[in-house]
């Protein structure tokens, strides 16, 4: 694991995280509109960590609170593009999908920042 991904999984410990995050730290912690190069390193940020499993997607609803998606991580990723898509911009706050750690995610967590002190 990267060193980009441990730190986007520790944000996701720590905190929900939305897509608009993975984007600036795929963008080396600039946030322009950006190139389809930073945008496919986004996702495939988010795929991997995605499918390693320590993060799942979710969604906030007004009134409801946190849903977690209950797809596949194809799918998810299709849901994230399509949406993307759609948007017609480089995703800010709230937009498209927020990630927070699984429980195995925020021990690997905790354990990574023991290991960086």
């Known amino acids: 694991m990267s060193k980009l991904h441990e730190d986007m999984l520790i944000n996701c410990a720590e905190d929900d995280v939305g897509l608009w995050e993975f984007v600036w730290a795929a963008n080396g912690g600039g946030y322009i509109e950006v190139s389809q190069q930073v945008r496919d390193k986004a996702i495939s940020l988010v795929r991997d960590l995605l499918e390693a499993g320590p993060i ?12 977690i998606w209950q797809l596949p991580v194809d799918l998810a990723l299709e849901r994230i593009n399509c949406e993307w898509d759609v948007l017609g911009h480089t995703p800010n706050l709230g937009d498209i999908a927020f990630f927070t750690a699984t429980e195995k995610g925020r021990q690997k967590a905790r354990e990574m920042l023991a290991n960086r002190q």
């Open 56 to 67: 799942q997607a979710q969604d906030y609803l007004e009134g409801r609170g946190w849903e």
